[in-house]
């Protein structure tokens, strides 16, 4: 997906958040395409929103992905603004193989 995509699916997204604004499920949509837009403090604003209506939604059991999914960009969010990585670093290389046994005749 190009930039120009990707904008295009945000202001997508834009009409349809503004259609459901109590409905945490456009503003995650959201959060991702601005993520892959690489604007990192609008998913948050997005993600933190999210959870906020979800919260609000009292009995309404939300679907177990969304939250999800919410939850782990809010634990992103939270890494960037404490300046820590969002992934752990590489594993050192794992070691070599034992060496084939020699064949016995």
Do not use: Y
Request: aromatic fraction near 0%; glycine fraction near 2%.
């Amino acid at each position: 997906m190009q930039i120009a995509q990707i904008d295009g699916a945000i202001q997508r997204c834009n009409a349809v958040v503004a259609a459901l604004p109590n409905e945490p499920q456009p503003r995650n949509d959201r959060a991702l395409l601005h993520s892959l837009a690489g604007n990192n403090a609008a998913a948050c604003r997005d993600s933190f929103a999210a959870a906020e209506l979800l919260k609000r939604q009292g009995s309404k059991r939300p679907d177990a992905v969304l939250v999800e999914e919410i939850q782990l960009r809010q634990r992103s969010c939270q890494r960037l603004a404490q300046r820590r990585p969002i992934t752990t670093p590489p594993a050192t290389a794992a070691p070599s193989p034992a060496a084939p046994a020699a064949a016995t005749p």
